[in-house]
Every structure is written in C-alpha cells, then in structure tokens.
C-alpha cells in the first residue's frame, strides 16, 4: 500500500511540475458509455496487478453524402469513409485515490479526394485524484489531442483540405465537504495550436493566427437543502489571450481577439427519485475585448440537464445550453451559442439496444462592425438513430444513421448531410 500511494503522489506531482491539469479537451465535452451493461456482456478488462487494462478496436465504414458540407446548389460531394480506431483504457482498482490513463484514435480514409479529406486524430488523458482526507480531494489531469476541424466550421471555409489543430488541456481543482456545505475550486487552461491551410489556388490561409491560451478558474460553493437536493452558486471567470493579431478566415483583417469575461449561476441539483435527476440553472455572462471594434456581449445564461427513467430499460435524455464561443469571423465578436438536444435509450433485449436522438443549435454572430453585413446567424438541426448488437463481452457491432443541415442567412453556406454508419467494435 506505502509503495502505491508513492506511486500516486509521484505521478500527480509530475503532472503538476509540468503545468498540467483538468482531464480532457473542454472544446471536445467526454464521451458518454450508453450501455446497459449486464453482467454477461459487461467488460472486464485485463487485471495488472492494481490496474485493469481495456485495449478495443473500431472499424467503421460509413456512407457521407456531402464531405465538404457544400450548399445543395453547389452539387455535393459524397464518399466512402473508412475509420481504423484503436485505442486504450488504463484505470487503478484501489481503495483510496486514482489514476486513469486513455488514449483513443480516428484514423480515416476516404475513397474519393482522399489527399484532401483523410485526417488522424487523437485523444490521449491522464488524470488522478488524491485523497486528502474524508470528503476531500484534490484532481489533477492532463490531456493532449491532435484533431481536425469540422468543413463545415465558417472560419476555415475556403481551405484546400481540413485544418489540423493541437490542443493541451490541463486542470486542477480542490474538492471538500463540511456538512452540508460542499466547495470545489480549481483552475481550466486549453492551449490552442492550429497549422496553416493552403487554398485551391495555393495561396496560405493564416490559421496560426488562431493560436492561443484559454483559462478558467473557477469555484462552486452547494449547500445539502435536503437529501438528493443541492443548491449551488458557481463562478467562472475565463480570459482568453492570443499570440498574434488574428486573421479573419485565415487572410482577412487583423484583430485584437483578446478577452476576458464571467460566467455566473445559480442553480439546483436534484435526484426526486430514482426515476428522475436533473440540474438546472440561471446567470448572466459578460465577455469583454481589447480590440475596440468588437463589441462586449453579455445577457442571461444558464442551463438544464434532465434524466427521466420511466422502465428499467429506458432512459430519456435532455439538455439546454447557452454559452459564448470564439470565431474569426470579420468584425464578429464572438458567438452566442444556444443548444437543447433530446435523446432515449432503450434496451430491446439483453444484448440489443436502441437509441435515439435529435438537436438544434442556434449561433448568432454577435456585433458585425462591417458596414452593409447583417449578422451571421446559423440554425443547425441533427438527429440519429442507431442499433447496437452485442455479440458477447468483447464484441459487439451497431449500424447508425445520422443527419444534419444548417440553414444560414448568407449565400452558399446551407448544407445537408446524410450519413450510415456500419460499426464493429472488439474491446476487453
């Protein structure tokens, strides 16, 4: 036990003597297990001595009928797509403290324009948790993802192929509980490096300009009203600092896209039965910017996260959100970002499981200070469905098919897309 609580401290401290903290990419939220998992088909990993290690495979192969997200009018482009996705699980079975390492990859090929679409994304975490003493303690993570971004994203419109960007997270936060008094403070920071793009006429668009530092640091104070009933007040205030004056798209004006602002709520945490949980929650957001041609942009925020289990084999599934976002957009100051998304799993048979889901998203380009130009405003519509099959413990296959649009109020910029998605997983 000496040695591995030694084992602990040593790691953590490691992590913390290189700048390092929260678990994963804030851009990219963590990936939800939906799997109702029974003890016949639930995995149980390889045991080395106190860890369980869990290696898995992905291979996919999907229909995309508008790779580029190009508007309808503009004859999309359709492929094959072929992801190769291996990837590693490694987490500690102790009894007191943690440490989790993930690594997970995307490797894709494209049957038609591959030399323009194809991309190798990864996500790698490791984070910790130490325990203090009872009801305390201190979590520390590092994660470093290389990525692509969407072809539908405004601010990398006119690239040749898709715009590769590295990301660093790191995070620390202090966790304690008095009572029915809880606190947890700690401190977000993303470091953001994007690479440059070439045009379809080679010319360079200056995506660097793009790169920049996000922290967070923030504190939660919850008072217990009653068993399962938590009120909560939380406060972040967030800066965000760039290297260089940032190109609009990449060659367009340069601006001044430092910032910083607060986010401020106050809201209820809640389990009234077994059936059904929530969180929810009301504020107000403020984001200033150096360069006096953005505008500030503040107004009402908050959020509500429902979970309604009516069976035991079903479960319902919404959310709501409101948050302000980064962009290069010429004059735009930033994006206000409104989602609500609803979704249900249920559980056909043992070993078949069903789901469902659909969203919006509204992004309103917030303080255009170019003259003549009305505000970007993109309404996004998503849904999915899918079937899960799993043969036993270690392999399972699912078939999904998914759709999305975008209706925008500037010309050329609607997309459609169809995709199907065939999936086989092996995983320990």
Request: aromatic letters at 10%; one cysteine or more.
């Amino acid at each position: 036990m000496h040695k591995k609580n030694n084992l602990l401290v040593i790691s953590l401290l490691s992590i913390a003597s290189c700048g390092t903290v929260s678990a994963y990419d804030s851009t990219d939220d963590a990936k939800v297990n939906k799997e109702r998992q029974t003890s016949e088909y639930e995995k149980v990993g390889i045991r080395a001595r106190s860890f369980i290690i869990s290696p898995k495979l992905d291979i996919d192969n999907q229909y995309d009928s508008n790779i580029y997200k190009q508007d309808k009018k503009l004859s999309p482009v359709d492929s094959y797509v072929a992801h190769f996705k291996p990837g590693l699980n490694v987490r500690s079975d102790w009894s007191r403290h943690a440490l989790n390492l993930m690594f997970d990859s995307d490797f894709t090929q494209y049957a038609t324009q591959g030399n323009l679409n194809n991309y190798q994304d990864m996500f790698t975490r490791l984070d910790g948790r130490l325990d203090v003493v009872r009801d305390s303690h201190l979590d520390l993570g590092f994660a470093y993802n290389s990525l692509h971004e969407d072809r539908g994203s405004p601010d990398q419109i006119a690239g040749k192929g898709p715009t590769f960007y590295d990301s660093k997270v790191m995070g620390a936060f202090y966790s304690h509980k008095l009572n029915r008094v809880s606190i947890k403070t700690g401190l977000d920071t993303v470091r953001y490096d994007y690479q440059d793009v070439f045009t379809s006429l080679d010319s360079v668009l200056a995506m660097s300009t793009r790169n920049h530092w996000e922290h967070a640091p923030s504190i939660r104070l919850g008072y217990e009203i009653q068993p399962e009933y938590e009120g909560y007040i939380n406060l972040v205030y967030k800066e965000v600092d760039y290297d260089d004056l940032v190109r609009s798209s990449g060659s367009g004006i340069a601006y001044n896209r430092n910032s910083s602002g607060y986010n401020a709520l106050a809201g209820l945490a809640f389990e009234m039965t077994e059936l059904v949980t929530g969180d929810m929650s009301v504020g107000y957001l403020q984001r200033d910017y150096v360069d006096s041609r953005l505008p500030s942009i503040s107004g009402i925020n908050g959020f509500v996260k429902l979970k309604w289990r009516p069976t035991a084999l079903s479960t319902f599934n919404g959310k709501l959100s409101h948050d302000i976002n980064e962009t290069t957009q010429e004059g735009v100051a930033g994006v206000l970002t409104t989602g609500v998304s609803l979704g249900v799993d249920h559980e056909l048979l043992r070993n078949v499981l069903l789901s469902a889901n659909g969203s919006f998203t509204n992004n309103d380009y917030q303080g255009s200070a170019v003259a003549n130009r009305e505000n970007r405003q993109d309404k996004i519509y998503g849904a999915n469905v899918s079937a899960k099959y799993l043969l036993n413990r270690n392999l399972s296959t699912v078939l999904s098919y998914t759709y999305q649009s975008r209706d925008v109020n500037y010309l050329f910029s609607n997309y459609e897309v169809h995709q199907v998605m065939l999936n086989l997983r092996g995983e320990f």
